[in-house]
């Protein structure tokens, strides 16, 4: 069983900067693939990005490209989501999720192991 834990959400103004982090526990995650997602209210949960923890190959969604890092602490059993030039359309609860394999899925369904999130709030 994994358990993911993440932190590091808070309130920010418009182009500030914020550093998520996702500990794990109970598994190492050298033969999983690691994704972020988030959900604003009233809205479905959507994908941010994800890396494999193996060879670090990442994918990020259009949204956020440029702007979004996702990285991982091998030492740690850590993700972390590098968040600049946040814009107040990022505001959402920023989930944490695992799956064992090679894809880099980007739908929630795929995913077997979630945190509880923790929320971000930009602010215009």
């Known amino acids: 069983q994994v358990q993911l834990v993440e932190s590091g959400g808070g309130l920010v103004q418009a182009g500030d900067s914020l550093r998520l982090s996702c500990a794990g526990s109970g598994r190492a995650f050298s033969s999983y693939v690691l994704g972020w997602f988030r959900q604003a209210p009233g809205k479905e949960r959507e994908f941010v990005a994800v890396i494999r923890w193996s060879d670090l190959r990442t994918y990020y969604a259009d949204s956020v490209k440029g702007r979004f890092t996702i990285s991982r602490d091998n030492a740690e059993n850590t993700v972390r989501l590098q968040m600049n030039s946040l814009k107040p359309e990022d505001t959402a609860v920023y989930y944490c999720?695992?799956?064992?394999?090679?894809?880099?899925?980007?739908?929630?369904?795929?995913?077997?192991?979630w945190g509880q999130g923790t929320q971000v709030t930009v602010s215009s």
């Open positions: 999720a695992a799956r064992t394999g090679w894809v880099l899925a980007r739908t929630p369904k795929e995913y077997d192991y």
